[in-house]
């Protein structure tokens, strides 16, 4: 843990040094701020749900859903149900239902809502970032990477989060933001990642993928979050 934080520190110090004013970043952050807040309207979506002990077996969940809107009011239904690999019976008091989707809780606007806020113009002074000279295509987009150091307070506690960031070289959407699991515990694991596509006013978020490791209960368990959204 030591070793980690010493590179940590020496990355964080060169980014320092390197950081220039970017233009594109810039643009990332100002179409981010103006979206962070919009709740998505898809037309459907996929859910996937999977914890279990390391190395060991996990049990999987998937959910299929699709949403309708009536009076700007969300409504869903489930289309399809599996539980580790298997199809499941849709309960009757479920099946061609359409639900109200309940709004959660908003948080305050200083909270951490999830890694793309490397974007959120508040935690720009916890973000070191730059261009690494790499360049890949994100749904049709050119995008430019980015490396970044994130020193951010979650709930009260001080991480510090190591990634990757892809930004349109036109406009500066922020296309793909992922986030690499440097914990010993999740070796191997894919990086998170939070995905997105922009019509030139609206951000919409895609594609993301949670990867974590929690002490539950004194146990260890690596829980994976997936979510794909069609709109």
Not at 47 to 65: D, F, Q, R, T
Request: proline share 5%; hydrophobic share 30%; aromatic share 12%.
């Amino acid at each position: 843990m030591k070793l980690f934080k010493t590179a940590v520190l020496l990355v964080f110090l060169s980014f320092s040094i390197s950081v220039y004013a970017d233009a594109l970043w810039d643009s990332a952050v100002s179409i981010y701020g103006k979206n962070r807040d919009n709740k998505p309207n898809p037309k459907s979506a996929y859910i996937l749900m999977e914890s279990g002990a390391p190395g060991g077996k996990s049990s999987k969940n998937e959910v299929w859903e699709e949403y309708k809107y009536e009076s700007g009011k969300p409504y869903h239904r489930i289309l399809k149900v599996m539980k580790n690999g298997v199809e499941q019976p849709i309960p009757d008091a479920a099946k061609d239902k359409w639900s109200p989707v309940k709004d959660k809780k908003s948080a305050k606007k200083e909270d951490y809502k999830s890694i793309a806020d490397i974007f959120y113009s508040p935690q720009q002074k916890n973000v070191k970032y730059q261009r690494t000279g790499k360049s890949k295509t994100v749904y049709g987009k050119n995008c430019i990477e980015y490396s970044f150091i994130f020193m951010k307070n979650s709930k009260g506690k001080k991480e510090t989060t190591l990634g990757k960031a892809y930004l349109d070289d036109e406009t500066g959407a922020p296309y793909e933001i992922r986030r690499h699991n440097t914990s010993r515990y999740m070796k191997g694991s894919p990086d998170s990642f939070v995905m997105f596509t922009y019509d030139g006013k609206t951000l919409y978020p895609v594609h993301a993928l949670l990867i974590m490791n929690i002490n539950f209960f004194g146990k260890k368990l690596d829980m994976k979050t997936e979510c794909k959204m069609e709109y």
